[in-house]
């Protein structure tokens, strides 16, 4: 079992960066794919990013590709998503997401293959 905390949300004005960290708890946090999901007012939370278990696969939405960058570091149990040149579209809530019984080079997109989830944090760019 794994057990997620995410942090580093806050405002940020449109073209600014971010950068958000998702710490595990767990002693098998490397045979988990984490991803990351997000969820805007009024709408259904979407996929945004994920990175396998061996740390070399990533996968990421249109929206996102080339701006995001989700990276793992699995001595520290922990997954970053830096975000750069941020738009008031990238506001939402931010979710961490693990998800266990995977392949060691598979990233998951879709909500249900995800297992744990965190409590999220919040991220508004400004325009």
């Known amino acids: 079992q794994v057990h997620l905390v995410e942090s580093g949300g806050g405002l940020v004005q449109a073209g600014g960066s971010l950068r958000l960290t998702c710490a595990a708890s767990g002693r098998t946090f490397s045979s988990y794919v984490v991803g990351w999901f997000r969820q805007a007012p009024g709408l259904e939370r979407e996929f945004v990013a994920a990175?396998?278990?061996?740390?070399?696969?990533?996968r990421y939405a249109d929206s996102v590709k080339g701006r995001f960058t989700i990276s793992r570091d699995n001595a520290k149990k922990t997954v970053f998503l830096q975000m750069n040149s941020l738009k008031p579209e990238d506001t939402a809530i931010y979710y961490c997401?693990?998800?266990?019984?995977?392949?060691?080079?598979?990233?998951?997109?879709?909500?249900?293959?995800?297992?744990?989830w965190g409590q999220g944090t919040q991220v508004t760019v400004s325009s």
């Open positions: 997401a693990a998800s266990s019984g995977r392949d060691y080079f598979y990233t998951a997109a879709q909500e249900h293959e995800y297992n744990y």
């Open positions: 990175i396998s278990r061996s740390v070399s696969s990533t």
